[in-house]
């Protein structure tokens, strides 16, 4: 019996079979749609994940403005950043942001769920989030994504 013929495989960047998913965030709760995204991006559903290695898929995300928070979190969820300078603490609540730019409220999600490295940055570039449905990916033939058919 030949004993290296039992490797285990690991998957790398150059053996990824990485696709392209849509997902539509309408009526969706933030919190939830995020943590499934991030599970794609990271390609955890696939069966040759592995943690060390970018081998998850493309998602795009359309109607980023329909996505829901639950309670009280329109005005009670702050996001706050700091411009540098003395004094320069920033906050705005979720409904100030969603007025502004809905589609930071999915990708500041989405970021938060991802690993605090260089991986998790490489893997955020995979994301593209965009209001309304209409999205430039047309040419790359995204596959329609349920999140209920997700765990």
């Known amino acids: 019996m030949d004993t290296l013929s039992y490797k285990t495989i690991s998957a790398n960047k150059q053996t990824a079979n990485k696709e392209w998913v849509i997902i539509d965030a309408e009526d969706e709760i933030l919190g939830r749609l ?8 990271r390609g955890k559903y696939k069966p040759s994940f592995t943690p060390h290695a970018d081998i998850g898929d493309n998602v795009i995300v359309i109607n980023a403005e329909k996505v829901q928070l639950t309670g009280k979190k329109w005005t009670g969820k702050i996001y706050v950043r700091h411009t540098g300078y ?13 007025e502004r730019t809905p589609i930071r409220l999915v990708e500041h999600a989405v970021k938060g769920m991802l690993p605090k490295n260089r991986l998790g940055s490489q893997l955020y570039r995979n994301l593209y989030v965009y209001e309304g449905t209409e999205h430039p990916h ?3 033939q995204p596959k329609e994504v349920k999140l209920s058919d997700l765990k």
């Open 138 to 140: 047309t040419a790359q």
């Open 34 to 41: 995020s943590s499934k995204v991030a599970k794609i991006l």
């Open 86 to 98: 003395p004094g320069g603490l920033r906050t705005r609540t979720a409904s100030e942001v969603m």
